[in-house]
């Protein structure tokens, strides 16, 4: 008999064939009324699903509504079916491929005979109005695998068939859910019938491929959201409006703020004079608080030799996501490849394909690479490769030719390569600044010693990943290493935390939840003894709690030598971001024997934190960028005031303020140009310039300017009227010196509001 536990603790056992709607109807008609599915020992499930029944022990339930994420999830992809189903009465024998639900909505891939055009959205849309109308229910079913088949093939849907044959064919059985004359092979959940759906819209439609792979069929996916309600819905698409006003990389080549050329690189942040004042201010303002907080300044190095990376453990564990190695030596290179191939076995198919393109160009492709169909056979071409390099180059690689499987072979390559002279783009700074804490002999009194750097590093991003400056390829890092005493781990993390919420709120971004990552306790992946790990997670924890932060605890989120915790920050549209991590490390103190001598006179084991508050400058600069549309506060404003003339009998005295101004310490220009004033206020006003000063004959002679505030609107209302030049500088210098935030607009707070019911 299953034995529920409650969310409020309470324990109840049901008879076997309970559904979770029984459990919900018995607690009260309103829970029933509002349910949309369950959450069973940690798993969503259908309301009108029986329970199963696992015997013994209490089984964590609870009933999900509105107010759940979890529930939202089901609701999209139930939209999705629904969208599928009106999709199939508009154009028979549209195929269907995958439909889930994502972070913000939905999508289902289709392969449709007659293409579907954006302007047969508003056709489905209507169409889907009448299922939901409708209210039909969701029915689950099983069928055998065999019969599952039989069933997708009779309903005409070839993908659904392959899928069945590419995966399932080792399961006994297959649920399908009906909806009318609708019938999917899926999953689920789903909810209880189509009257759930409070609002949805169907947003565009892009190519996507069969199981997203580029050398199959191309399909079209289409794309589209739901909520609960209509209010939640016109939120989420004003926050899409929003958040399309203010795309940093559009605003970034409006406001010259960045730039990025394809010859120089994609990924790589070319960062134009206005970016890079912005990212100076910022970088500056880190440091002066580092230095307040007993941190030391470092530099380091772009790359490092690969015998530190394989010390680390960053080379070759990360290697896919890294540069490729420099060596001294070329046919080094060609045989690094190579050996990765036989040491991991056949990868997946675009590093296939890249290392067929890679032999072909090296013309040692003499066993067509690409034609082989099996592992044996591939890897037999690979060592057949790396015969043909030693023998070219003419290279004394012992043993090579006696080793007897593609393991020895690497093993023994592996041993060459490790000779060689080899190089890494800096992936992190890690093993950099271990190198300085181990420069000198460090003895207890000494710690915490902290290492601050704003260290570039580098990641190899696939190309389709790289978005602005917000995923890139070379990134500079707000980083430092600490190495500390255990008993210094507590009041460290604080002062880090602590840190991160003071610039936080200097920025405006007062609205962030902290997420604790702790190892999945049935894992065996993580380094280091239990309670080391019990002790840092309780840490954590408690540090979190004795700081009031809002936060959320997820196992099986730390990284693997030890517990983390990550910023989430909510823009001013309402946008979750997450920021850089703040790490305890247990592993590479030992990896590198670092230590210290205790007050025992013996050598003791340090601990490493490991923090980067904003992740990198790049990222955290993006995020800025859309988090005030480009119009950023005075003190990081690239350009804070622009004067001007109103004619040019005026220039002169234009040219006085501004220098006036300069020299106060203000980044200000002037407008001279022969155009009317009107004009290059409204220009001004687009490249968002906080101050705009006008003079004129009056302003002359009075020794004033004639100030406007962009903060305060376009028209009229902007203006404050004329002041002496000595009380404009005084209400610049209060405003930087405060940091004060400008204005949101009205649209933007009510998009937070909207988006503030799934914010836990
Ligand atoms: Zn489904
Ligand atoms: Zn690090």
Known sequence: MPTLKLPDGSVRSVPPGTRPRDVAESIGKRLAQAAVAARVDGVVRDLDRELPDNGAGEVPFAILTDRDREALDVLRHSTAHIMARAVLRLFPGAQLAFGPATESGFYYDIDSPTPIREDDLPRIEEEMRKIIQEAEPFERFERTTPEARALVSDLGQGYKVEHIDDKFLGEPSLSFYRQGEFIDLCRGPHIPNAGKVGA????????????????????????GTAFFSKKDLDAYLTQLEEAKKRDHRVLGKQLKLFTISPLVGSGLILWMPKGATVRGILEGFIKDELLKRGYEPVYTPHIGRLELYRTSGHFPYYRDAQFPPMYANPAASALDLAQHRLAAGVLDEKKEQEMAAFMKATGLDVWAYDSFGTQEEKLGAVNQYVLGVIEVMNLDVPDYAQAKTHAERAAVLLKWLEQQEGFLLKPMNCPHHIHIYKAEARSYRDLPVRLAEFGTVYRYEQTGELNGMTRVRGFTQDDAHLFVTPEQVEAELKSNLDLVLFVLKSLGLNDYRV??????????????????????????????????LKHTIEEGEAAFYGPKIDFVVRDCIGREWQLGTVQLDYNLPVRFNLEYVGPDNRPHRPVMIHRAPFGSMERFCGILIEHFAGAFPLWL????????????????????????????????????RADNVKYKIREASVEKVPYMLIVGE?????????????????????????????ELIRRLTDEVKEKRIRQTSGAVAAAVEGGEKFAD
């Open 637 to 672: 404003a690239p350009e804070q005031a622009r004067v001007f003339p109103i004619s040019d009998k005026y220039a002169e005295y234009g040219k006085k303020v501004e220098a006036e101004l300069r020299q106060a310490g203000f980044r200000v220009t002037g407008d001279y």
């Open 515 to 548: 997420r604790v990552g702790l190892r999945d306790p049935n894992s065996d992946k993580y380094v280091g003894a239990a309670e080391l790990w019990d002790n840092a997670q309780r840490t954590l924890i408690e540090t979190v709690q004795n700081l009031g």
């Open 200 to 223: 949805f819209k169907l947003l565009s439609i892009a190519g996507a491929y069969w199981k997203n792979d580029a050398t199959r069929k191309q399909l079209q996916r289409l794309y």
């Open 698 to 726: 009056k302003e002359q002679s009075a020794g004033t300017v004639s100030v406007r505030d962009r903060a305060l609107g376009e028209g009229k209302e902007a203006e404050l009227g004329a002041m002496p030049v000595a």
